[in-house]
């Protein structure tokens, strides 16, 4: 059973693997990609080896799990899911394009009807977003921005934006929950508000990860050995973890980190996202930044693996690889992944419900 969280029930989390084999948080993201590849990984790994199915058996069913969240969430909040729209930009490149048509596809083959909605043709009754004459009871969310104070549940509302969209409050919210965690930390992190403080930091470690408070999509994101890089204050700074890289079939040493998709407190898949460039030229992994992808198992420490053929998503401006490798996480690792998993997502939902408690605070169109 899940959580029941208000307003983060959808998740997807970052983590990089230290050399000592600990899982270390990165961010959290409210509004996320990723299902449509995730699903992709599983079939490929299923259709290259059978006989691991039962690892990625959340995986291969991550879009109708999804699905299976949006109704629950929709009959939580006193609708009955029948019309659903699904925002989206007023433009949008190919691959994140194809996840959104996989999305309408599944829910209108499941019954529903379901469409897309843009902000220049949404329009209002009072504070129900209706499409023309269409009125949905759920709005899946793919845009920032919109929708913003409707009547409708929304997967996510923009409100999971208070715990999530500034990075120096996710840090401050996700750190308390991880501290009983032997396998999965939180690297030394603090808010630089001018160039003294980082300037201490620098002189100490040598160089440091600093991040745009927000920014997404690895934007914003630098390492950084000298103040003078930093043209805007304040930023938040963290040590950089050791992450020892990722030796692929094909030869090549790559930075990565593991993304963690999160149901409403369950982990129902996870891959890694690699470097698109050299080692020592690039650390930032995210898909649309020129990120490719590598299937994880998780509680797999009796699998023998042997190589496969990889494959590759070909879209009209880039291709995106999945790797002719994988990643297996034994059960420790993977239990204590879960378990940090379902604490941080709660902690998030938790913490807003505080900040809108406190601050009363009602996002406005």
Not at 298 to 317: A, F, I, Q, T, W
Request: proline fraction near 4%; charged fraction near 30%; charge should be positive.
């Amino acid at each position: 059973m899940g959580l029941g969280l208000r307003y983060y029930p959808y998740a997807s989390l970052d983590f990089v693997i230290g050399e000592e084999g600990v899982l270390y948080f990165l961010e959290a993201n409210a509004v996320s990609g990723g299902l449509f590849y995730a699903m992709k990984l599983a079939e490929h790994v299923v259709r290259c080896r059978p006989d691991l199915r039962e690892y990625f058996e959340d995986q291969l069913r991550i879009v109708d799990l999804f699905i299976d969240l949006c109704e629950d969430y929709c009959s939580r909040s006193g609708f009955e899911m029948r019309k659903v729209a699904i925002s989206v930009p007023e433009k949008w490149n190919a691959y994140m394009g194809m996840e959104r048509r996989i999305l309408r596809d599944r829910f209108r083959e499941l019954g529903y009807r379901a469409f897309f909605v843009r902000k220049s043709e949404a329009r209002y009754r009072g504070n129900l977003l209706c499409l023309e004459d269409e009125v949905p009871d759920l709005i899946v969310r793919r845009t920032f921005k919109f929708p913003l104070g409707i009547a409708q549940p929304v997967v996510n509302p923009s409100e999971a934006g208070l715990g999530t969209e500034n990075k120096w409050r996710t840090y401050k919210i996700v750190s308390k929950v991880l501290r009983d965690f032997k396998l999965v930390k939180i690297p030394r992190t603090f808010l630089a508000k001018e160039k003294e403080e980082l300037k201490e930091f620098l002189a100490e470690r040598g160089e440091a990860v600093v991040k745009l408070l927000k920014s997404y999509g690895g934007k914003g994101v630098r390492l950084v050995r000298s103040c003078d890089e930093i043209l805007e204050w304040p930023v938040l700074v963290q040590e950089r973890v050791n992450v020892p890289p990722l030796f692929l079939d094909n030869g090549r040493l790559r930075n990565f980190d593991l993304r963690v998709y999160v149901f409403d407190g369950k982990v129902v898949g996870a891959h890694l996202r690699t470097c698109p460039r050299s080692l020592d030229s690039s650390f930032v992994s995210n898909v649309s930044s020129g990120g490719n992808l590598v299937p994880v198992a998780l509680c797999g420490d009796e699998l023998r693996l042997e190589e496969s053929e990889g494959l590759v998503l070909r879209y009209p401006k880039r291709d995106i690889i999945i790797e002719d490798s994988l990643l297996v996480l034994g059960e420790e690792l993977s239990r204590e992944l879960r378990e940090a998993s379902r604490r941080i997502v709660e902690a998030i939902d938790r913490g807003v419900t505080e900040m809108i408690k406190k601050r009363r605070v009602h996002p406005r169109r």
